[in-house]
């Protein structure tokens, strides 16, 4: 494992504890506001493993309704006060699983760089280690367990991790905060992928889900749903 994973570690706790549905909570805040739009095909589907890049309010949710939760804490810096605070939080939950992963040098400048003037991101060439860095989080589990990946860490390369998450054929790709303007978290840099479907939900922030063209129940489940079908706009 590389020098810059051995910050990474795994926590697993307690016991699930089943509570009320009460959604009002997370629809209230711009930050869980995508939770309203996962409900829905919750309902529908049932989602096994889930994977989120960043955790937060809405991550016991997740744990609530999926089997195994699996949250990757991706930061610039090593404060690691909001991922402690959510440990303590999520303790009785056995089925989350908590990974904090420090980046290397080369994302913190290109995270640094992504809103500079100039287009300075394209002249940094930090795709390799962006993508080595999901091998080596992806390589602690059977990548075929995982049904969805939900992308909306506190970094603004998100574009580039939906990308990832296509070329590595993930069954359903999401990501948070997908309204326009979307250059904020470089969705601007999301290709379109002849294997995928996207569904947008453009109630608060936004929640953009790209859907493999097999999943046939995930996309039945979707279009009975207040999504817009392509309706993802860079």
């Known amino acids: 494992m590389k020098k810059w994973l051995l910050f990474g570690f795994i926590c697993v706790f307690g016991n699930v504890h089943a509570e009320g549905e009460n959604l009002e909570q997370y629809t209230t805040s711009v930050y869980t506001d995508h939770v309203q739009h996962f409900h829905k095909l919750f309902k529908q589907k049932k989602i096994s493993t889930f994977l989120e890049f960043g955790l937060g309010e809405g991550t016991k949710y997740f744990v609530q309704h999926c089997d195994r939760v699996i949250s990757v804490e991706l930061l610039c810096s090593d404060d690691r006060s909001w991922f402690e605070r959510c440990q303590k939080e999520l303790i009785d939950y056995s089925n989350w699983e908590g990974i904090f992963v420090q980046a290397p040098d080369i994302i913190k400048e290109a995270n640094r760089v992504a809103h500079a003037p100039g287009n300075l991101l394209s002249k940094i060439s930090y795709l390799k280690e962006l993508r080595d860095l999901c091998d080596e989080i992806f390589a602690q589990f059977s990548l075929d367990t995982i049904d969805l990946v939900f992308v909306d860490l506190d970094i603004h390369l998100r574009g580039d991790l939906v990308n990832i998450m296509m070329e590595k054929n993930i069954p359903i790709v999401a990501a948070h905060d997908t309204n326009p303007p979307i250059h904020s978290h470089r969705f601007d840099k ?34 009975k749903t207040d999504c817009i079908p392509n309706g993802f706009k860079k």
């Not at 002849?194 to 039945?220: E, M, N």
Request: proline share 3%; charged share 20%.
């Open 190 to 223: 999301v290709t379109s992928h002849p294997q995928y479907k996207v569904f947008h939900f453009s109630k608060g922030a936004g929640l953009t889900l790209w859907v493999r063209k097999d999943c046939h129940d995930v996309i039945r489940c979707l279009q």
